[in-house]
C-alpha cells in the first residue's frame, strides 16, 4: 500500500485543510470538465494542461471599490495555467486578482475567467494566471501526451 506524503511540510494544524496527497494521486491526475479546451483539426479537442485535484491554502488579494482586501481560500484543482478554489466571495469574470501561495508566499497576477457556481462551502471560481505557472503549485504535472489509458 502506498504511504501518503506531505506536499508542504509544516503547514498542518487541526484548522487546516488537510495537504497530504497519495504518490499513487499525484502519478494519476483526474481530468476536469471544466479544463479549457482547444479546438483541434477534425472537431478534436484538447485541453491546454493536465488539472490535478489538488487542496493547497492560498490567499486571494483584490482591491473592492478602490479597498485592498485578501481572502482566504481553497483550491479544488490546479494547473499550470491556473487553477478552480473556493472562495466566500462572488467576483465577477475578468476580475483581477493576486493569487498567494500560502507555503512558499509566492504571487502570482491572475483573473475570473468563468462565472463562479455558489456552492454550501463557497463559490467555485475558475481563475487563469496572466501567464503560465507550472512551478507554482510546486508539483510534477503529468506530461502533455498523457491519457488515462496510459496507466
Do not use: Y
Not at 10 to 27: F, H, R
Not at 73 to 90: E, F, K, P, R, Y
Amino acid at each position: 500500500m502506498l504511504e501518503p506524503i506531505s506536499i508542504f511540510g509544516g503547514l498542518n494544524s487541526e484548522m487546516d485543510l488537510p495537504k497530504v496527497v497519495s504518490p499513487k494521486a499525484l502519478a494519476n491526475p483526474v481530468k476536469s470538465s471544466e479544463a479549457p479546451l482547444r479546438h483541434l483539426a477534425g472537431g478534436e479537442e484538447k485541453r491546454r494542461s493536465q488539472r490535478v485535484l489538488l487542496r493547497v491554502r492560498a490567499k486571494v488579494h483584490v482591491a473592492l471599490k478602490g479597498v485592498p482586501k485578501t481572502f482566504d481560500v481553497t483550491t479544488l484543482s490546479v494547473n499550470a495555467h491556473g487553477a478552480l478554489i473556493v472562495i466566500d466571495q462572488n467576483f465577477p469574470i475578468d476580475t483581477r486578482l493576486v493569487l498567494e501561495h500560502c507555503g512558499t508566499r509566492e504571487k502570482v497576477a491572475c483573473r475570473v475567467v468563468r462565472s463562479p457556481r455558489e456552492t454550501r462551502e463557497g463559490f467555485h471560481t475558475a481563475i487563469e494566471f496572466d501567464t503560465p505557472a507550472p512551478d507554482f503549485w510546486r508539483i510534477a504535472f503529468p506530461a502533455p501526451d498523457w491519457s488515462a489509458g496510459d496507466s
